[in-house]
């Protein structure tokens, strides 16, 4: 049974920093691609950052040089750092694995965590 458990989320001030972790069990990590997801009510879940198994990454334009993603193997985990947050990033974000590893992982879904950067 797949199992994607995120933590980290929480209220911070605009310009502050977060890091979220997605810690994984029941797949091959090592071989998978992760990503993380967020959601507006009322919108879709929209891709914020996914990394492959050898590293190859890749940013939503609203996030790139803000936001940076990374995998620990050997614990399982992947992260996601978050500076500069803007009131906009505020959102629930979701992790996500695949086992086709590929920059649009969503074949498994973890159970979100809100994020919210207000003042």
């Known amino acids: 049974q797949v199992q994607l458990v995120e933590s980290g989320g929480g209220l911070v001030q605009p310009g502050g920093s977060l890091r979220l972790s997605c810690a994984a069990t029941g797949i091959i990590f090592s071989q998978s691609a992760m990503g993380w997801y967020r959601q507006i009510p009322g919108k879709e879940r929209d891709l914020v950052a996914a990394?492959?198994?050898?590293?190859?990454?890749k940013y939503a334009i609203s996030v790139k040089g803000r936001f940076t993603i990374s995998r620990d193997n050997a614990k399982n985990t992947v992260y996601l750092q978050m500076n500069s947050l803007k009131p906009e990033d505020t959102a629930v974000y979701y992790c996500t694995a695949d086992p086709l590893n590929n920059l649009n992982p969503r074949a498994w879904w973890g159970q979100g965590t809100q994020v919210t950067v207000s003042s």
């Open positions: 990394i492959t198994s050898g590293g190859s990454t």
